[in-house]
């Protein structure tokens, strides 16, 4: 059996929670998301971009222009390397935890991303 590895969260920022047509209703959930991919590359500046393997992001009822592969865009957006890919979870109430377990999963498992 092989062993699993252990996987860890080092930093963490979320982005604000709106509400319909609130404050935040004119800025794209991707911009919102870069700057944070931003601030955890600034945060911790031994960070290497070029060996970030993914971008898992969790995103509940996407429609419209908000209907892409959130987590993609905001990588390119946050200036990541065009290599980094992206995937976006939509598990309505869950989306964000989805996200953070599948990422400790392949992490875990060391599945290739």
């Known amino acids: 059996m092989t062993q699993l590895k252990n996987a ?4 963490g ?8 047509g609130g404050a935040l209703a004119t800025i794209r959930p991707d911009d ?8 955890l590359i600034h945060r911790n500046p031994d960070l290497n971009p070029e060996k970030i393997e993914d971008v898992i992001a969790g995103c509940a009822n996407q429609a419209g222009e908000d209907n ?3 987590a993609r865009m ?9 290599n980094v890919p992206g995937v976006t979870i939509n ?3 869950a989306s964000g935890l989805d996200s953070v377990a599948m990422a400790a999963r392949n992490i875990a498992t060391g599945e290739p991303i």
């Open 8 to 11: 860890y969260i080092c930093d």
């Open 68 to 70: 892409r592969n959130i």
């Open 74 to 82: 905001s990588a390119l957006l946050a200036g990541l390397p065009n």
């Open 32 to 39: 919102l998301l870069a700057h944070v991919i931003k601030e």
């Open 13 to 20: 920022i979320r982005t604000p929670i709106g509400r319909f």
């Open 91 to 93: 598990r309505l109430c």
